[in-house]
C-alpha cells in the first residue's frame, strides 16, 4: 500500500543552521503538504504542494515538489527556537481521500 | 473564519470507563477525521466522516466509534477505556485535501 518514508527521524542542529528534511513514497501523489506540530498541540499546515517541480516558499521554509512525484522536500534557513517540533509530510491516498502521513522529522535545537 | 475547536482540552478517566469527545470542523468543511497519537508516535488514523457517514476507518477496535451530525460537528467515542488509550487524540476538518487540526484532546486513563 501507499506509505511515506520520512527522514531524518530527527535532527539536532545549532540556532543559525539551515536545515532539510525530506519525504519519499513508491507511489505517486498528487500534492504534497508539510506540517509542523509544537508539544501538545495540534499540527499546522505549513506549505502545501499541488504540482510536479513546485517550489513555495512561507517565510524562511521552502517546500518543493519532485519531479518524479514521488518526493518532497521541506528546508529552513536560518533556524531559530521556534523552529523546535516535528515536522510532518502527508499526501491524500488514491481516490479515497484519507491522507497518508510521514513519521515525521523531530527538529531539535542545541542549546 | 474560526478553526477546528475540540472538546475538552484535557480529560481523566479511570480503566473500564467509557468517554466521548467532540470536534466543530470549520466552517463549511464536511469531512471530519480523527486521529490518535501516543508520546513520541506519529498520527494514527481513527475514522473519517463525511456527510455524516464514516467513509474511511483505520485499524483501531471496535471500543472505538464515532458519528457525525448534519451540522457536521463530530464525536468520538472510547469504551471500556484501557490505560493504553491514553494519548492525544487530534480531530482534523477539511474541505479537500488539506487537513486543518484542532488543539487535540488530552486523555489520560488511570
Known amino acids: 500500500g501507499q506509505q511515506l518514508n520520512q527522514s531524518p527521524q530527527s535532527m539536532f542542529i545549532q540556532e543559525g543552521e539551515d536545515v532539510s528534511m525530506n519525504c519519499t513514497s513508491s507511489?505517486?501523489?498528487?500534492?504534497w503538504l508539510w506540517y509542523k506540530q509544537d508539544p501538545g498541540e495540534g499540527p499546522v499546515l505549513l506549505i502545501a504542494?499541488?504540482?510536479a517541480g513546485e517550489l513555495t516558499s512561507n517565510g524562511r521554509l521552502t517546500a518543493q515538489f519532485g519531479i518524479t512525484r514521488k518526493d518532497s522536500f521541506l528546508n529552513i534557513s536560518a533556524s531559530i527556537p521556534s523552529d523546535v517540533g516535528i515536522y510532518f509530510c502527508?499526501?491524500?491516498?488514491?481516490?479515497?481521500?484519507?491522507?497518508?502521513w510521514g513519521a515525521g522529522t523531530k527538529l531539535i535545537i542545541k542549546p | 473564519k474560526a478553526g477546528v475547536t475540540q472538546t475538552p482540552r484535557y480529560l481523566i478517566k479511570t480503566r473500564g470507563q467509557q468517554v466521548t469527545l467532540s470536534c466543530s470542523p470549520i466552517?463549511?468543511?464536511?469531512?471530519v477525521s480523527w486521529y490518535q497519537q501516543t508520546p513520541g508516535q506519529g498520527l494514527q488514523f481513527l475514522f473519517e466522516?463525511?456527510?455524516?457517514?464514516?467513509?474511511n476507518k483505520g485499524n483501531f477496535p471496535g471500543r472505538f466509534s464515532g458519528r457525525q451530525f448534519s451540522n457536521s460537528r463530530s464525536e468520538m467515542n472510547v469504551s471500556t477505556l484501557e490505560l493504553g488509550d491514553s494519548a492525544l487524540y487530534l480531530c482534523?476538518?477539511?474541505?479537500?485535501?488539506?487537513?486543518?487540526f484542532g488543539p487535540g484532546t488530552r486523555l489520560t486513563v488511570l
Open positions: 482534523a476538518s477539511s474541505g479537500g485535501d488539506t487537513q486543518y
Open positions: 466552517s463549511g468543511h464536511r469531512s
Open positions: 466522516y463525511f456527510s455524516e457517514t464514516q467513509r
Open positions: 507511489s505517486i501523489f498528487n500534492t
Open positions: 504542494l499541488y504540482k
Open positions: 502527508a499526501g491524500p491516498r488514491d481516490s479515497n481521500y484519507q491522507l497518508i
